[in-house]
């Protein structure tokens, strides 16, 4: 998602954009779409009739969908459940101009020899991720009420940052928000969706993916959480750096 510090969308354009799938929301299963690692496939085969994680992203977004992603990897793999083998875990392009090497791009390098979906690079083509013409990504997203909209201008995609929990047959169990998974609910959450339940989904998503908003000079929520996360981190550094310092002072003084 290039240049997403110059969002030039209308606010009218960005309440545009959510996901409220129907009480009973199925995907179609029979979708055409080329998996990165694998080639040809279909939506079905790739969701592998198991409980499916579906993470739809715009590949050439570094900003967020990036740290979306690992942050899903990561809630996934503390719950002890592996990809491929008793889950699915299935990544869909929203932009049909992406190919494959982007889907790869996304999926494999994040410098410390793990995918950034947070399972071994040896491990990573239990991931799937999914690149589709223009037809089958509006039919998909149709199914589960997802709205997005691209900004021509800037070359990126305004959408709800959002994880679609799904059933063995393909049904919404549930909507998840990427940045509030822990290991423990989402562990339970793909365990009812792998039985058939889910919750009522009468809440509308709005945590958008799209940077910074021109229109009221400030930045999305999603977007402010990240920066708040990162400084967080930094401070905590920081602290950690200070008490070492302090302590190694102190040692020396003593000695």
């Known amino acids: 998602m290039p240049g997403a510090g110059l969002a030039r969308l209308a606010q009218n354009d960005l309440a545009r954009v959510g996901v409220t799938p129907a009480s009973d929301a199925r995907v179609p299963l029979g979708l055409a779409f080329t998996d990165a690692e694998s080639g040809p496939t279909t939506l079905g085969s790739a969701l592998g009739e198991r409980a499916a994680l579906l993470l739809p992203v715009d590949y050439t977004c570094a ?3 990036d740290p979306m992603l690992a ?12 990809p491929g ?6 990544l869909v392009g929203l932009d049909p101009r992406d190919d494959v090497a982007a889907a790869r791009r996304m999926l494999h390098d994040d410098g410390g020899g793990r995918s950034k979906a947070g399972v071994s690079e040896g491990s990573v083509s239990a991931v799937r991720a999914l690149v589709g013409a223009a037809p089958a990504v509006a039919a998909l997203t149709a199914a589960l009420g997802y709205r997005f909209v691209v900004d021509r201008d800037t070359d990126s995609i305004a959408h709800p940052a959002a994880a679609i929990l799904l059933t063995p047959e393909g049904r919404v169990a549930r909507i998840l928000s990427p940045l509030a998974l ?18 009522t989904l009468a809440d509308r998503l709005t945590l958008l993916c799209y940077g910074y908003d021109a229109v ?3 930045y999305t ?16 550094a920081i602290a950690l750096g200070v ?3 302090h302590r190694r002072g102190r040692g020396a003084a003593g000695s």
């Open 63 to 65: 900003n967020v969908c």
């Open 71 to 82: 942050m899903t990897g990561a809630a996934l793999a503390a719950t002890g459940l592996a």
């Open 85 to 90: 083998r008793d889950v699915s875990f299935v």
């Open 182 to 199: 822990n290991g423990r609910d989402l562990r339970l959450a793909l365990i009812e969706a792998g039985e058939g339940r889910g919750s």
């Open 216 to 218: 009221r000079g400030i």
């Open 221 to 236: 929520p999603l977007i402010e959480r990240i920066l708040s996360l990162a400084a967080a981190a930094t401070v905590l």
């Open 243 to 245: 008490f070492l310092l």
